[in-house]
Protein backbone atom coordinates (compact mmCIF):
# COMPACT_ATOMS: atom_id res chain seq x y z
CA UNK A 1 0.00 0.00 0.00
CA UNK A 2 1.02 3.37 -0.94
CA UNK A 3 0.31 6.38 1.81
CA UNK A 4 0.56 9.74 0.54
CA UNK A 5 0.67 12.15 2.38
CA UNK A 6 -0.29 16.17 1.43
CA UNK A 7 -3.14 14.98 -0.54
CA UNK A 8 -5.41 18.08 -1.04
CA UNK A 9 -2.04 19.86 -2.43
CA UNK A 10 -1.44 20.52 -6.07
CA UNK A 11 1.16 18.03 -6.22
CA UNK A 12 -1.00 15.72 -4.10
CA UNK A 13 -3.68 15.48 -5.77
CA UNK A 14 -2.14 14.78 -9.14
CA UNK A 15 -0.04 11.96 -7.28
CA UNK A 16 -3.39 10.16 -5.85
CA UNK A 17 -4.69 10.70 -9.61
CA UNK A 18 -1.69 8.93 -10.97
CA UNK A 19 -1.48 6.52 -8.33
CA UNK A 20 -4.96 5.43 -8.96
CA UNK A 21 -4.81 5.13 -12.19
CA UNK A 22 -2.11 2.45 -12.25
CA UNK A 23 -4.02 0.44 -9.98
CA UNK A 24 -1.96 0.58 -6.69
CA UNK A 25 -3.70 0.12 -3.86
CA UNK A 26 -3.65 3.63 -2.12
CA UNK A 27 -4.50 5.35 0.97
CA UNK A 28 -4.59 9.53 1.55
CA UNK A 29 -3.88 11.03 4.29
CA UNK A 30 -5.64 14.27 5.14
CA UNK A 31 -6.52 16.69 7.72
CA UNK A 32 -9.94 17.65 6.53
CA UNK A 33 -12.36 15.19 4.65
CA UNK A 34 -14.58 17.82 3.51
CA UNK A 35 -12.22 19.54 2.06
CA UNK A 36 -10.12 16.64 0.44
CA UNK A 37 -13.76 15.52 -1.22
CA UNK A 38 -14.15 18.60 -2.85
CA UNK A 39 -10.69 18.19 -3.94
CA UNK A 40 -11.58 15.89 -6.42
CA UNK A 41 -9.40 12.67 -5.24
CA UNK A 42 -10.23 9.43 -6.28
CA UNK A 43 -13.14 8.01 -4.91
CA UNK A 44 -13.25 5.75 -1.45
CA UNK A 45 -13.95 2.94 -3.09
CA UNK A 46 -10.44 3.11 -4.55
CA UNK A 47 -8.36 5.32 -2.50
CA UNK A 48 -8.74 5.09 1.47
CA UNK A 49 -8.98 8.65 3.11
CA UNK A 50 -7.57 8.89 6.81
CA UNK A 51 -7.67 11.97 8.79
CA UNK A 52 -4.24 12.89 10.59
CA UNK A 53 -2.16 15.19 11.24
CA UNK A 54 1.82 15.53 11.85
CA UNK A 55 1.12 17.22 15.16
CA UNK A 56 -0.27 13.86 15.99
CA UNK A 57 2.42 11.02 16.11
CA UNK A 58 -0.85 8.83 17.21
CA UNK A 59 -2.53 9.73 13.75
CA UNK A 60 0.39 9.20 11.66
CA UNK A 61 0.82 5.39 13.46
CA UNK A 62 -2.79 4.51 12.69
CA UNK A 63 -2.21 6.36 8.72
CA UNK A 64 0.76 4.23 8.35
CA UNK A 65 -0.48 0.81 9.19
CA UNK A 66 0.10 -1.59 6.78
CA UNK A 67 2.18 1.14 4.16
CA UNK A 68 5.22 -0.02 2.18
CA UNK A 69 5.80 3.10 0.46
CA UNK A 70 5.04 6.73 1.64
CA UNK A 71 5.46 10.24 -0.46
CA UNK A 72 6.65 12.30 2.12
CA UNK A 73 5.71 16.35 1.74
CA UNK A 74 5.91 18.48 4.64
CA UNK A 75 5.56 22.08 4.81
CA UNK A 76 6.65 25.02 6.77
CA UNK A 77 9.92 25.82 8.13
CA UNK A 78 11.07 23.61 10.36
CA UNK A 79 11.76 19.84 11.02
CA UNK A 80 9.81 18.24 13.85
CA UNK A 81 6.78 17.50 11.60
CA UNK A 82 9.55 15.13 9.31
CA UNK A 83 11.07 14.21 12.31
CA UNK A 84 7.62 12.82 13.40
CA UNK A 85 6.60 10.80 9.83
CA UNK A 86 9.64 9.43 9.63
CA UNK A 87 9.90 7.69 13.01
CA UNK A 88 6.24 6.84 12.35
CA UNK A 89 7.53 5.61 9.25
CA UNK A 90 10.57 3.81 10.62
CA UNK A 91 8.11 2.05 13.28
CA UNK A 92 5.53 0.87 10.44
CA UNK A 93 8.28 -0.86 8.59
CA UNK A 94 7.67 0.95 5.54
CA UNK A 95 10.41 0.12 2.79
CA UNK A 96 10.85 2.69 0.47
CA UNK A 97 10.17 7.00 1.17
CA UNK A 98 9.85 9.59 -1.50
CA UNK A 99 10.60 12.53 -0.30
CA UNK A 100 9.81 15.98 -1.90
CA UNK A 101 12.60 18.17 -1.14
CA UNK A 102 14.27 21.07 -3.38
CA UNK A 103 16.47 22.23 -5.56
CA UNK A 104 17.60 24.84 -2.79
CA UNK A 105 20.14 22.11 -1.04
CA UNK A 106 22.43 22.31 -4.20
CA UNK A 107 23.48 25.98 -3.73
CA UNK A 108 27.03 26.76 -2.39
CA UNK A 109 26.32 28.38 -0.23
CA UNK A 110 22.91 27.03 1.01
CA UNK A 111 20.29 29.38 1.64
CA UNK A 112 18.36 29.06 4.29
CA UNK A 113 15.11 27.38 2.45
CA UNK A 114 17.73 24.80 1.14
CA UNK A 115 18.90 24.06 5.20
CA UNK A 116 15.86 23.13 6.20
CA UNK A 117 15.05 20.58 3.11
CA UNK A 118 18.95 19.71 3.92
CA UNK A 119 18.11 19.32 7.48
CA UNK A 120 15.03 16.67 6.30
CA UNK A 121 17.03 14.57 3.86
CA UNK A 122 19.39 14.44 6.52
CA UNK A 123 16.94 12.81 9.36
CA UNK A 124 15.34 10.71 6.24
CA UNK A 125 18.59 9.31 5.51
CA UNK A 126 19.88 8.72 9.37
CA UNK A 127 16.30 6.75 9.91
CA UNK A 128 17.59 3.62 7.24
CA UNK A 129 14.57 3.89 5.34
CA UNK A 130 15.39 3.72 1.73
CA UNK A 131 14.59 6.66 0.50
CA UNK A 132 14.08 8.59 -2.59
CA UNK A 133 14.64 12.81 -3.04
CA UNK A 134 12.66 14.80 -5.16
CA UNK A 135 14.11 18.19 -5.89
CA UNK A 136 12.07 20.50 -7.87
CA UNK A 137 12.98 24.11 -8.66
CA UNK A 138 10.32 26.60 -8.82
CA UNK A 139 6.60 25.55 -9.42
CA UNK A 140 4.37 27.09 -11.75
CA UNK A 141 1.74 27.36 -9.53
CA UNK A 142 3.65 29.87 -7.66
CA UNK A 143 2.12 31.97 -9.80
CA UNK A 144 -1.19 31.81 -8.32
CA UNK A 145 0.13 34.27 -5.73
CA UNK A 146 -0.17 36.60 -8.21
CA UNK A 147 -3.69 36.53 -8.40
CA UNK A 148 -4.70 39.23 -5.52
CA UNK A 149 -2.79 41.90 -7.50
CA UNK A 150 -3.91 40.99 -10.54
CA UNK A 151 -7.51 40.94 -10.19
CA UNK A 152 -7.37 43.88 -7.97
CA UNK A 153 -5.45 45.95 -10.06
CA UNK A 154 -3.83 44.28 -13.28
CA UNK A 155 -0.30 44.16 -11.96
CA UNK A 156 2.39 41.83 -10.45
CA UNK A 157 5.20 42.55 -8.56
CA UNK A 158 8.63 41.23 -9.90
CA UNK A 159 11.11 40.85 -7.53
CA UNK A 160 13.76 39.34 -9.98
CA UNK A 161 14.19 41.60 -13.13
CA UNK A 162 16.55 39.71 -15.28
CA UNK A 163 16.65 36.55 -13.03
CA UNK A 164 15.56 33.46 -15.40
CA UNK A 165 14.08 30.42 -14.05
CA UNK A 166 12.52 26.84 -15.52
CA UNK A 167 9.19 26.16 -13.25
CA UNK A 168 8.05 22.84 -13.26
CA UNK A 169 4.37 21.77 -13.05
CA UNK A 170 3.37 20.07 -9.96
CA UNK A 171 1.81 17.43 -12.20
CA UNK A 172 5.18 16.59 -13.38
CA UNK A 173 6.08 16.12 -9.94
CA UNK A 174 3.24 14.12 -9.14
CA UNK A 175 3.82 11.82 -12.43
CA UNK A 176 8.03 11.64 -11.68
CA UNK A 177 6.89 10.62 -7.66
CA UNK A 178 4.10 7.73 -9.07
CA UNK A 179 7.02 6.23 -11.20
CA UNK A 180 9.76 6.35 -8.84
CA UNK A 181 6.84 4.83 -6.22
CA UNK A 182 6.16 2.29 -8.50
CA UNK A 183 9.14 1.18 -9.62
CA UNK A 184 11.96 -0.96 -8.50
CA UNK A 185 12.73 0.33 -5.29
CA UNK A 186 16.86 -1.03 -5.24
CA UNK A 187 17.35 1.06 -8.22
CA UNK A 188 15.41 4.25 -6.89
CA UNK A 189 17.49 3.98 -2.78
CA UNK A 190 19.08 7.35 -2.23
CA UNK A 191 18.74 8.64 -5.39
CA UNK A 192 18.73 12.26 -5.99
CA UNK A 193 16.26 13.99 -8.99
CA UNK A 194 16.10 17.62 -9.27
CA UNK A 195 13.24 18.48 -11.41
CA UNK A 196 12.98 21.62 -13.52
CA UNK A 197 10.59 22.48 -16.36
CA UNK A 198 12.79 22.83 -19.85
CA UNK A 199 11.65 26.66 -20.87
CA UNK A 200 13.26 29.46 -18.54
CA UNK A 201 11.58 32.58 -17.95
CA UNK A 202 11.75 36.15 -16.27
CA UNK A 203 8.83 37.17 -14.41
CA UNK A 204 7.93 39.42 -17.19
CA UNK A 205 7.87 36.72 -19.61
CA UNK A 206 5.14 34.80 -17.41
CA UNK A 207 3.07 37.46 -17.04
CA UNK A 208 3.44 38.27 -21.04
CA UNK A 209 1.82 34.58 -21.64
CA UNK A 210 -1.17 35.10 -19.07
CA UNK A 211 -1.59 38.42 -20.70
CA UNK A 212 -2.18 36.58 -23.97
CA UNK A 213 -3.99 33.77 -22.28
CA UNK A 214 -6.70 35.53 -20.66
CA UNK A 215 -6.74 38.58 -23.45
CA UNK A 216 -5.93 41.64 -20.45
CA UNK A 217 -2.83 43.31 -20.16
CA UNK A 218 -1.43 42.66 -16.67
CA UNK A 219 1.71 45.52 -15.78
CA UNK A 220 4.72 43.95 -14.20
CA UNK A 221 5.87 46.19 -11.39
CA UNK A 222 10.00 46.29 -9.74
CA UNK A 223 9.72 45.58 -6.26
CA UNK A 224 11.03 48.09 -3.78
CA UNK A 225 11.41 47.00 -0.92
CA UNK A 226 11.90 44.11 1.00
CA UNK A 227 8.10 44.43 2.33
CA UNK A 228 7.35 44.08 -1.59
CA UNK A 229 9.43 41.31 -2.21
CA UNK A 230 7.90 39.11 0.33
CA UNK A 231 4.21 40.06 -0.86
CA UNK A 232 5.23 38.58 -4.31
CA UNK A 233 5.53 35.43 -2.66
CA UNK A 234 3.22 35.51 0.21
CA UNK A 235 0.69 37.70 -0.53
CA UNK A 236 -0.59 37.67 3.52
CA UNK A 237 2.67 38.25 4.95
CA UNK A 238 5.07 35.27 6.48
CA UNK A 239 6.61 34.43 9.66
CA UNK A 240 9.89 36.81 9.96
CA UNK A 241 12.12 33.62 9.33
CA UNK A 242 9.93 32.44 6.06
CA UNK A 243 10.15 36.22 4.95
CA UNK A 244 14.33 36.62 5.36
CA UNK A 245 14.54 33.31 3.54
CA UNK A 246 12.34 34.28 0.72
CA UNK A 247 13.75 37.58 0.27
CA UNK A 248 17.29 35.81 0.14
CA UNK A 249 15.95 33.23 -2.68
CA UNK A 250 15.10 35.98 -4.81
CA UNK A 251 18.28 37.27 -4.87
CA UNK A 252 19.47 34.07 -5.78
CA UNK A 253 17.36 34.04 -8.96
CA UNK A 254 17.63 37.92 -9.75
CA UNK A 255 21.63 37.12 -10.09
CA UNK A 256 21.25 33.32 -12.09
CA UNK A 257 20.30 35.47 -15.73
CA UNK A 258 20.58 31.96 -17.62
CA UNK A 259 18.10 29.91 -16.26
CA UNK A 260 19.15 26.50 -14.07
CA UNK A 261 17.93 23.63 -16.23
CA UNK A 262 17.69 19.91 -16.04
CA UNK A 263 16.58 17.12 -18.38
CA UNK A 264 15.31 14.84 -15.02
CA UNK A 265 11.36 14.82 -16.29
CA UNK A 266 11.84 14.19 -20.03
CA UNK A 267 14.57 10.63 -19.12
CA UNK A 268 12.24 9.44 -16.35
CA UNK A 269 8.69 9.59 -18.04
CA UNK A 270 10.05 9.88 -21.83
CA UNK A 271 8.55 12.44 -22.71
CA UNK A 272 9.14 16.83 -22.29
CA UNK A 273 8.04 18.45 -19.31
CA UNK A 274 4.59 20.17 -19.51
CA UNK A 275 5.08 23.69 -20.89
CA UNK A 276 4.17 26.90 -18.82
CA UNK A 277 1.68 28.19 -21.58
CA UNK A 278 -0.09 24.64 -21.00
CA UNK A 279 -0.86 25.70 -17.77
CA UNK A 280 -2.08 28.73 -17.87
CA UNK A 281 -4.56 27.70 -20.50
CA UNK A 282 -5.82 24.80 -18.00
CA UNK A 283 -5.76 27.90 -15.10
CA UNK A 284 -7.35 31.11 -17.07
CA UNK A 285 -10.36 30.95 -15.45
CA UNK A 286 -8.47 31.59 -12.17
CA UNK A 287 -6.67 34.61 -13.54
CA UNK A 288 -9.83 36.03 -14.75
CA UNK A 289 -10.93 38.65 -12.84
CA UNK A 290 -14.60 37.33 -10.79
CA UNK A 291 -17.18 38.97 -12.25
CA UNK A 292 -18.94 41.52 -9.85
CA UNK A 293 -22.93 41.49 -9.09
Known sequence: MILVTGA????????????DARGEKLRLLVRDPARARAAGLPPSDRAELVVGDFGDPGTLAAALTGVDRLFLLTQGIGTEHTTTAV?????AGVRHLVHLSSAHVLLDPVPAMGRWHHER?????ASGIPATFLRPG???TNALDWLPTIHAGDYVLDPVGPGRYAPIDP???????AHVLTGHEEEEEDEQYVLTGDETFTVTEQVRIISETIGRTIEVRATTTPDEVVRFRFPHGAPPALAAAVTEGFALMRADT???????????LGRRPRTFADWCARHADAFRRPATA
Not at 87 to 91: D, G, P, T, W
Open 8 to 19: TGNIGRALAREL
Open 87 to 91: AAARA
Open 121 to 125: ERIIR
Open 138 to 140: GFM
Open 171 to 177: ADIAAVA
Open 258 to 268: VGFRTDTVERL
